[in-house]
């Protein structure tokens, strides 16, 4: 599944405190080198908001699923000129729309090692919800894990190692390398924490952030 909602019974089952319901629909974008933690946050931040949470991950992208294969196919017909290496892309940007359209609050986890298509991605969501919201601005985080490369990289072999997903050290140091940092040019909130701390601070601190 590409999009995971939590459950009221979801969270119950693990223990995990009361969803907090009073939170407007928001994008919270969680980026970082891969094994800094960006999957694990996203899940306990999922379950410390709304149930109205829409968690969107390139990793759990199935492409062999119908819903997935028929956007393709629709996409083909209407844009040919799109490539089929765009298409999953499209696809979670879709359902990220569709989404918040329903009011959801969107967790989109990916690297984002590319500011610009972080931006576009950005860009694109807002314009989409303050045309559905009669120009109400969509409120926006973007969560950057920083993390040592090797602490992240020994992360990454031990779920591979494990029979989790992961990749060759020359494609994370391809990770590693194209990785921009947030400067001062980018236009929207950013909150900057260590991977190395306890996931449980991580999701306060975003709590509190988006709180205020």
Request: glycine letters at 4%.
């Amino acid at each position: 599944m590409t999009i995971e909602h939590m459950t009221d019974s979801d969270a119950e089952t693990k223990g995990i405190r009361e969803p907090n319901n009073t939170l407007e629909p928001r994008l919270i974008v969680i980026r970082g080198l891969p094994g800094s933690g960006k999957s694990t946050v996203a899940s306990e931040l999922q379950a410390r908001m709304s149930n109205k949470t829409v968690l969107v991950d390139p990793d759990a992208l199935d492409k062999d699923s119908e819903e997935y294969k028929q956007f393709s196919e629709n996409l083909v017909k209407s844009q040919p000129s799109v490539s089929e290496k765009v298409h999953p892309f499209r696809y979670l940007l879709h359902s990220a729309e569709t989404a918040l359209k329903n009011g959801n609050t969107v967790i989109w986890n990916q690297p984002f090692t590319d500011l610009d298509n972080l931006e576009y991605t950005i860009a694109h969501l807002e314009k989409q919800h303050q045309g559905e919201e009669q120009n109400k601005p969509l409120p926006v985080l973007v969560v950057n894990m920083e993390v040592d490369p090797e602490i992240a990289w020994d992360r990454v072999d031990k779920r591979q190692s494990s029979g989790g997903h992961g990749m060759t050290r020359e494609k994370f140091d391809s990770y590693q390398t194209k990785l921009q940092t947030l400067n001062g040019q980018f236009q929207h909130q950013a909150l900057h924490v260590r991977a190395e701390q306890p996931v449980e601070a991580t999701v306060e601190q975003v709590m509190n952030h988006i709180s205020k």
